[in-house]
Structures are given as C-alpha cells and as structure tokens.
C-alpha cells in the first residue's frame, strides 16, 4: 500500500489537544513518491525495513507502524496482526509527513484485515493517538482541505 509525502499548502495551528498533538486546519496535496507498506498476517508483529532511507528510521518499537499497530490492538475488538514490510522511500523527519503516511496505511491494512471501516472508533481511536488522521482516507484528495479527521469522513461520503 501506498503512504505518499503529504505537503502543506496551507497550515493553521488552532491549538494543542491534552496528548501532545495540535488541531490544526490544513490544505493539502500529496506527491507522486512515498513509502510502500505490506503485511502478511501472522502470529507476530514485526516490521522490516528496505529502501534507500531504511537507517534513519528509528528503533522498532518507536516506529510509526509499530505504534500504530499497537493503538489499534488497544482501541479496537479485533487482535489480528502480523508482519510489517516497510520500503522507506521518504526521508525521516523532513516534514512531508512520512511517519504518519506510514501509520495510516499500517491502519488502513489492519483494518482490511480485521473487516473493519475506517470510520470505527476503534480505527479512528488509533489514528487520532498516533497523529495519523489525515493519512487513514484513500478519498483525501477529494476533500484536501481538512479540519479535523471527522470533518474529513463527512466531505468524503
């Protein structure tokens, strides 16, 4: 699955939520290079990272899809994991949103698997804690202009 850069045309920071992360009011567009993240389910979670910037990702545990994976086990009903192959095309922090391009497609292939919507709680739970929001909608370039990962779902219907 594709976890393309995301750039920020437009950026407001409205203000910062209790967990860390800032409510912010954006215009975006997503570039034609990105990460490439596969999963194969299994009885582990693990991750496994190639690609020209696979060193500079951070130890297993703090990366992005890790994380994620584990919110999702903790917001949500369903328990299925499995192994995580990362192709990191993207440089890490450089600000193209990355990271989080990369949650949300470990959220959106967990979420496949498991028979989940997108728009679960549970998903969005996750989502919300790893600051992947914008990254869970295949439909956001019909809707680039975002709010809130709520108002994203409801331009999107």
Do not use: W
């Not at 440089?91 to 679960?120: E, K, Q, Y």
């Amino acid at each position: 699955m594709r976890a393309p850069a995301k750039i920020n045309l437009s950026l407001h920071i409205q203000g910062r939520r209790q967990d860390g992360y800032h409510e912010i009011e954006s215009l975006v567009a997503f570039a034609g290079i990105g990460d490439n993240l596969t999963f194969t389910p299994g009885p582990r979670l693990t991750l496994e990272v190639t690609g020209p910037f696979a060193a500079e990702v951070g130890q297993h545990d703090e990366n992005l899809v890790i994380r994620a994976a584990h919110a999702f086990q903790r917001h949500t009903a369903a328990k299925n994991l499995g192994a995580f192959q990362l192709i990191k095309r993207l440089p890490a922090a450089s600000g193209i949103g990355g990271g989080s391009a990369d949650a949300g497609a470990a959220l959106r292939l967990l979420s496949g698997h498991n028979l989940l919507p997108l728009d679960d709680i549970g998903v969005l739970a996750a989502a919300r804690e790893v600051g992947a929001d914008g990254s869970l909608v295949d439909h956001i370039r019909e809707a680039p202009h975002v709010k809130t990962l709520y108002d994203l779902f409801e331009t999107c219907k």
